[in-house]
């Protein structure tokens, strides 16, 4: 079991910047890739950015490329989401989340372990 804890949301007016951390702990953090959701209420969960276990590629929505970035410190078992030049359509709860299988993907049902996420609002 992989258990995940995101951290670091907020409220935030709007071109401000968010830094949100998944730490990770259990049998193994050796995930193939790590992934950001978001989701608003009435909504599903939609893709965000991933990232594979050496950092070494990146894959991110077209509505935060160049805006947010996603990295990770493995001595810390811990995933980031750097968001810069937030606005109101970001606001959601952000979830975390692996994949034994893939460094991408931007279905939901490919990850096997979710943190129960951290709300972000962006005030306009």
């Known amino acids: 079991q992989v258990q995940l804890v995101e951290s670091g949301g907020g409220l935030v007016q709007a071109g401000g910047s968010l830094r949100l951390s998944c730490a990770a702990s259990?049998?193994?953090?050796?995930?193939?890739?790590t992934a950001w959701f978001r989701q608003v209420p009435g909504k599903e969960r939609v893709f965000v950015a991933s990232?594979?276990?050496?950092?070494?590629?990146?894959y991110y929505a077209d509505p935060v490329k160049g805006r947010f970035t996603i990295s990770r410190d493995n001595a810390k078992n811990t995933v980031y989401l750097q968001m810069n030049s937030l606005n109101a359509e970001d606001t959601a709860v952000y979830y975390c989340?692996?994949?034994?299988?893939?460094?991408?993907?931007?279905?939901?049902?490919?990850?096997?372990?979710w943190g129960q996420g951290t709300q972000v609002t962006v005030s306009s």
């Open positions: 990232i594979n276990w050496t950092g070494g590629r990146t």
């Open positions: 989340a692996t994949s034994s299988r893939f460094e991408y993907s931007i279905d939901p049902r490919q990850y096997n372990y």
């Open positions: 259990g049998r193994s953090f050796s995930s193939v890739g």
